[in-house]
């Protein structure tokens, strides 16, 4: 018995690191072939396309992945423990903004992942809303079926809650290329953890997620206008 759960959460996180590389594999053909089909000339109307095309790919993706695992999903929201969970998030985020970041800013130098990452938002920037489908709807959505939904939910066959977090955490972390924020990441991730595992439905990590890229998007937007 013991044997088969190992081999079963073997097979498991082996479809999900498969299907992650694969789904890595045709982003980036889907990207290449948008690009040739418009001839690298964008405006806010192909670039929307090209966004929407990657959504629909996401969506797929996911549908996949909770094919895998009986992703935990509730359409019933409580709008208190919404809001509570809300105010907790970005009270949070504001202490980290104020201590952390101030610090971070003014020890380290951005590395080139962070400087190519700012690059690509300030060209985003110029189609908001490709850029809204993109890191609004989009991301969010992927991310958290797919770090929240399927991970975590793979490792808890086989580890505690405290080495699924941190292994999501980092997972969650790699998935956004920018070592400079890299504590930023960690936080969040652990917040949308235990939030997942206390109200047991993924999608009140998913809102939350919209929001937190909602709230960055519109601050940085404000701040460069």
Not at 78 to 101: G, R, S
Not at 172 to 178: L, N, Q
Not at 180 to 186: Q, R, V
């Amino acid at each position: 018995m013991q044997k088969y759960k190992e081999r079963e959460f073997i097979l498991k996180l082996g479809k999900f690191v498969t299907s992650f590389i694969i789904y890595l594999l045709v982003y980036s053909l889907a990207g290449l072939f948008l690009d040739i089909l418009f001839n690298n000339e964008y405006d806010q109307v192909t670039y929307a396309i090209r966004r929407i095309f990657q959504l629909i790919l996401n969506i797929a993706y996911v549908s996949y992945v909770a094919s895998i695992i009986k992703i935990k999903i509730s359409y019933k929201i409580n709008p208190l423990k919404l809001i509570l969970y809300t105010i907790v998030l970005f009270a949070l985020i504001f202490i980290y903004e104020t201590t952390v970041d101030v610090f971070i800013d003014k020890v380290f130098t951005p590395d080139a992942a962070s400087q190519s990452r700012g690059s690509s938002i300030q060209a985003l920037l110029q189609y908001p809303v490709a850029f809204f489908i993109q890191a609004c709807i989009s991301a969010p959505l992927l991310e958290e079926f797919l770090v929240r939904g399927a991970l975590y939910e793979i490792l808890r066959e086989k580890l505690s809650v405290a080495w699924s977090i941190a292994i999501t955490g980092i997972f969650f972390t790699i998935m956004h290329f920018d070592s400079i924020n890299s504590l930023f990441y960690i936080m969040i991730s652990i917040i949308f953890s235990l939030i997942y595992i206390k109200t047991n439905n993924i999608l009140y990590c998913v809102i939350l997620h919209m929001f937190v890229n909602a709230f960055s998007l519109i601050s940085y937007y404000l701040g460069n206008i």
